[in-house]
Each structure stands twice: as structure tokens, then as C-alpha cells.
């Protein structure tokens, strides 16, 4: 495994997801960059236990590394100074689809806090909903989904930079905070749509 700190901080939220019981939706993860830009990132998708493919709740998580960011960390790591610290920067988006009527954003936004647990020194600030229309061909029996996200940034501190195993306690509210959130947004009064059966083969 490369000995990064993008990567010790994708490895310490697996084990928090993975200890919070949540399911990764393993056709869904992507480790991107950014060819013309150098920004890396990571993309990955989790739910509940059970609740199949695809599931009605579910979190997609991106960390980005930005390639200033890369620069600072290289600075640090040969012993150069740098102007700020090297950081990630953070989306949480919280899905849930399959629904058979339009959602009521109002209910969702009840449901969820403002803010994320701290993660380090900072916390995830939530945004506005989205309602998105899904169509078949035809333009009937149309498919509801909304999201909601989080967004912020992860900065490390000369602990986290010096020993990337500090990262799992900065980041060990998240899996249990995720995890609650999708049971709480799985019992919304919404109207789901009948799930998918795949047809026999012969």
C-alpha cells in the first residue's frame, strides 16, 4: 500500500465505516487524478446491512486531495517550511431514492443536524436538499430521489502528518454518525417505490 497520508486517511474512515457495520457498495469506489490539474480523489459509496442493490439510503463519500495540498505535505516531509498545513477537502452526500412520490425536503431536513461531528478541528456544514425527477422513455411512473450534503475540509495537524494511525481517533465519530443518520432517514414516512426482481434465467 502507498505510505501517503491521502491514503492512511481513506484507510482510517474504512475501518470506522467497517466497525459501524455499514455496507460498501464496492462497484461504486473510484481513486481519481486529475491529469491536467494533479488533484487526487477518492470516491466511495456506503449503506445499511440489507438493504440490497441499489439500496433506498445511502452515503457517497469523496475526499479530494488537492495538489497545493501535495506540495505542503512534500514541504513538510523533506523539512521545508509551508505556508499552511496540507488538507482535505470533504463532501458527504446523504441519498435516498427509489421513492414513488416527490419527497417533502422539509421532512429530511428535520432529520439531519447542521453540522457533522468534528472531524480533527472542524466540522462538515450541511447544504440544501435536491429533489431529482428520474424518467423512463416513456414519461410515466416517474422515480424520486433526494440527497443532502456535507461539505468541509480535514486539516492535518504535525500528529496526523507524523502518524497517520492518529487519524483513526480524528475520524472515529464518523462511522457511528453515518450509520445512525441512514436508520433515521430509512424512517422517514416516505413512499418507496416496489423493489426491483430480477427475472429467473433459464
Known amino acids: 500500500m502507498l505510505d501517503h497520508v ?18 460498501r457498495q464496492a462497484f461504486e469506489e473510484r481513486f481519481q487524478m486529475d491529469f491536467l490539474l494533479g488533484d487526487v480523489s477518492w470516491e466511495t459509496t456506503y449503506g445499511l446491512p440489507g438493504e440490497g442493490l441499489p439500496p433506498r439510503v445511502r452515503a457517497d463519500i469523496t475526499l479530494e486531495w488537492p495538489t497545493w495540498a ?5 514541504n513538510w516531509y523533506i523539512g521545508e517550511q509551508f505556508d499552511e498545513p496540507p488538507r482535505i477537502e470533504i463532501e458527504i452526500v446523504l441519498r435516498v431514492q427509489g421513492l414513488a412520490a416527490s419527497p417533502d425536503p422539509r421532512a429530511m431536513l428535520d432529520a ?22 428520474i424518467f ?3 414519461l410515466d ?10 461539505e468541509g475540509i480535514y486539516e492535518f495537524d504535525e500528529e496526523a502528518l507524523a502518524d497517520g ?8 465519530s464518523m462511522g457511528g454518525w453515518i450509520s ?7 424512517d422517514l414516512k416516505y413512499q418507496y417505490r416496489p423493489p426491483e426482481v430480477e427475472a429467473d434465467e433459464d
Open 70 to 74: 501535495q506540495t505542503a505535505y512534500r
Open 180 to 186: 445512525s443518520t441512514l436508520v433515521r432517514l430509512g
Open 6 to 23: 491521502f491514503t492512511d486517511a481513506i484507510g482510517a474512515l474504512r475501518e470506522v465505516f467497517e466497525a459501524a457495520m455499514l455496507e
Open 141 to 150: 411512473d416517474p422515480e424520486y430521489a433526494i440527497e443532502v450534503s456535507y
Open 112 to 133: 439531519l443536524p447542521e453540522t457533522s461531528p468534528p472531524i480533527g478541528n472542524e466540522c462538515l456544514t450541511r447544504s440544501g436538499p435536491t429533489v431529482e425527477t
Open 165 to 172: 494511525a492518529s487519524l483513526d481517533k480524528h475520524f472515529a
Open 136 to 138: 423512463e422513455t416513456t
